[in-house]
C-alpha cells in the first residue's frame, strides 16, 4: 500500500473556524466550495473536511486583486 502524504494539521483549518474569520455561517463555506467560488476542502474522514491554509490566503489575494 501506498502512503498518502497529508499536509501538516498546522496547515489546515476546519470549517467553524474558517467561517468565524470570514463573518459566515460554516454552511455558507460549504455552498461557495460547491459553486466553486472558494477553495475546495481536504475530505480527512467521512465526517470531516479541512482547507489548506495556503489555497485560502491565495483564494484571497486573487480577490483582494480583482477588487483592486
Known amino acids: ?3 498518502v502524504r497529508l499536509p501538516h494539521p498546522i496547515d489546515l483549518i476546519r470549517k467553524k473556524p474558517l467561517a468565524r474569520r470570514f463573518g459566515v455561517s460554516p454552511w455558507t463555506i460549504l ?5 466553486g467560488r472558494f477553495p475546495k ?13 495556503s489555497d485560502v490566503e491565495a ?5 483582494e486583486q480583482t477588487q483592486s
Open 1 to 3: 500500500m501506498q502512503r
Open 31 to 35: 455552498r461557495w466550495s460547491q459553486k
Open 41 to 53: 476542502p481536504i475530505r480527512l474522514s467521512d465526517q470531516v473536511v479541512a482547507w489548506r491554509l
Open 59 to 63: 483564494w484571497l489575494r486573487t480577490r
